[in-house]
């Protein structure tokens, strides 16, 4: 199976410019690593990349899947719509001031309970399938691929754009994880938390009202 190095640089770096586009990932990775560390945040950039690796995945295997108006593409983007949106009526519900006790904020070194560890990557997951970006880039991408290139490299190109997503997001959690963010963080708390969740439901209304024009 030979690989084309040249055509792999020029996928990667198209990946690549497409992570560095803000999104509600981003607005939920940095609340969960400055309000909870960023090891406890590692659940939630799996999800989200687990997100990423299902729309390869189907990428690969049936283009037809993801095309907008069929069945399974739309119960996806239902289902994180629904998700999304009571998200965000949960932040907005317990949005409060914040005090960074160490009881508030495990240390980076401490592993999350299983239960918050699928919560977080529950939410990662709904956040990766409710973006239209993903699936359109996926599919948009294999599909100038498929005619030229042996699924098998197809297959290596989706892990490799699945575990990047993984480690930025990761790295993202981390550096936002400094000191001086923290307590900034703490001390707006409560004004984040609301705009967290007016952003999610934003996001989650304004994606189902596509889908219903759709």
């Known amino acids: 199976m030979d690989v084309s190095w040249q055509q792999f640089g020029v996928v990667a770096g198209a990946h690549f410019l497409a992570l560095l586009s803000p999104g509600p990932d981003f607005v939920l990775i940095a609340r969960s690593s400055m309000l909870r560390g960023w090891r406890r945040t590692l659940p939630l950039c799996a999800g989200i990349a687990a997100a990423n690796g299902l729309f390869v995945a189907l990428a690969i295997g049936g283009l037809a899947v993801l095309r907008e108006g069929t069945w399974a593409f739309q119960a996806l983007q239902w289902a994180g719509c629904a998700y999304l949106v009571y998200l965000g009526q949960l932040f907005l519900r317990h949005a409060g001031p914040l005090r960074l006790a160490p009881e508030h904020t495990a240390p980076d070194g401490a592993a999350p309970p299983v239960r918050d560890a699928a919560r977080a990557f ?9 973006n239209p970006k993903n699936a359109l880039f996926y599919a ?25 997503v993984f480690v930025w997001d990761a ?4 550096a936002l994880r400094h000191p001086a963010m923290v307590c900034r963080y703490a001390a707006h708390n409560a004004a984040i938390e609301r705009v967290t969740g007016v952003v999610l439901l934003l996001i989650g209304a304004a994606a189902a009202w596509l889908l219903l024009r759709g």
């Open 122 to 130: 529950g939410t990662g997951l709904a956040s990766g399938l409710v």
């Open 140 to 164: 948009s991408l294999f599909a100038l691929l498929a005619e030229r290139t042996p699924a098998g490299v197809q297959a290596l190109y989706g892990v490799w754009m699945t575990a990047l």
């Open 171 to 174: 790295l993202v959690a981390a």
